[in-house]
């Protein structure tokens, strides 16, 4: 941490990520924001989105020095509203951090702005760069600080519930396809109504989450390496794959009700996105089965849909991932609870070995 001559505080991210009570300002356009940020950030823009474009081609088609002239004047006009904006924010946090792409003149002139109104925030040195240079490296060194239990199981037999009640009981988890946004497979926007992330913030939350939890053992869901448009870090995936692993298992009925209860609860567009999804499948499973399986939606017969996919489809193309591990526990449930109470009961033990 230092601080410079011109009223401008720089921090390093290696200080600025471990602080509590911490409020990161991203002042970088909405598309340099929504494209990547650090978790958590709130977006306050120097330049929106087209008078960044503007700025930078009279950088680069006239001058350096017209650029600043230009940015300052369209800049000029946002100061009231950040000075407003962040000295309300510097109230309720211990310590505010502004960043722009790479420390430079965006973040540079609102923290000097600022500070020199007696509002204490610092810069982040090399921003968001250098928080995008931290993550990668974090997820490089990551098989030295982090194990991993892994929970293995055919579809439906519900490891993504588990996750969640490990959660809530304070376990450090891992959940991969609610931060990727998708479940992995055919029907993965269908989980969660289409919405996305982008790789850059599935990496930063990752990480973000491994550095709260502050723990050296962690339970995620197997998954494939990819997600969508989402791909798991080859560093992570790698040791993933080293973990301690975990079958779960349970009948074809509570594999159903629990493909019905995620794929068809809380999701307005369900029937047509089942439907959508269904009609992709048309190579693997036969046309005489997509026809079948898409009457069956129609006639909201979400059951046989989901236990003849599970039979027909699921589990034959997973079989091989599925037996290719050896495996530490496990675990045939009735009751997910308890599923859940023999996960935990592990972690407690393994997590006792690995500090020994």
């Not at 989450?209 to 962690?218: D, R, S, W």
Request: net charge positive; with cysteine; charged share 25%.
């Amino acid at each position: 941490m230092v601080e410079g001559d011109d009223a401008r505080m720089e921090i390093k991210i290696e200080d600025a990520i471990y602080k509590n009570n911490c409020l990161f300002i991203d002042v970088r356009s909405p598309f340099e924001f929504n494209e990547g940020t650090v978790p958590r950030a709130i977006n306050i823009p120097l330049f929106d989105d087209e008078e960044r474009i503007i700025v930078g081609k009279i950088y680069k088609n006239e001058s350096i020095d017209r650029a600043k002239d230009k940015g300052v004047e369209l800049a000029s006009l946002k100061l009231p509203y950040i000075y407003r904006k962040i000295s309300e924010m510097r109230k309720v946090n211990d310590t505010v951090i502004v960043f722009c792409s790479r420390g430079g003149l965006r973040s540079g002139a609102v923290v000097s702005f600022l500070n020199n109104l007696g509002v204490s925030v610092y810069q982040l040195q090399g921003g968001y760069k250098a928080f995008r240079k931290f993550t990668m490296k974090y997820l490089e060194d990551i098989q030295r600080q982090h194990e991993f239990i892994v929970l293995h199981g055919y579809t439906g037999v519900g490891k993504t519930k588990i996750l969640n009640i490990l959660e809530d009981r304070n376990i450090p988890v891992i959940n991969f396809a609610k931060l990727a946004q998708n479940t992995g497979s055919v029907f993965g926007d269908i989980v969660f109504n289409g919405a996305s992330t982008t790789q850059k913030m599935f990496d930063a939350t990752i990480v973000d989450k491994l550095i709260k939890y502050n723990k050296k053992l962690v339970v995620v869901e197997s998954e494939s390496k990819r997600l969508g448009s989402i791909f798991i870090p080859i560093h992570l995936y790698n040791s993933i794959i080293k973990g301690r692993h975990v079958l779960i298992a349970t009948s074809i009925e509570n594999r159903g009700n629990r493909l019905i209860n995620d794929y068809t609860n809380n999701n307005l567009n369900c029937h047509d996105l089942l439907i959508k999804s269904i009609t992709s499948l048309k190579k693997r499973i036969g046309t005489e089965n997509m026809s079948k399986y898409i009457e069956y939606v129609h006639n909201k017969n979400y059951r046989q849909v989901a236990e003849e996919l599970i039979i027909n489809y699921y589990d034959p193309i997973y079989k091989n991932s599925i037996e290719k591990y050896k495996y530490e526990l496990l675990i045939n449930y009735d009751k997910i609870e308890k599923a859940a109470d023999e996960v935990e009961a592990y972690y407690h033990k393994t997590e006792g070995e690995i500090q020994v």
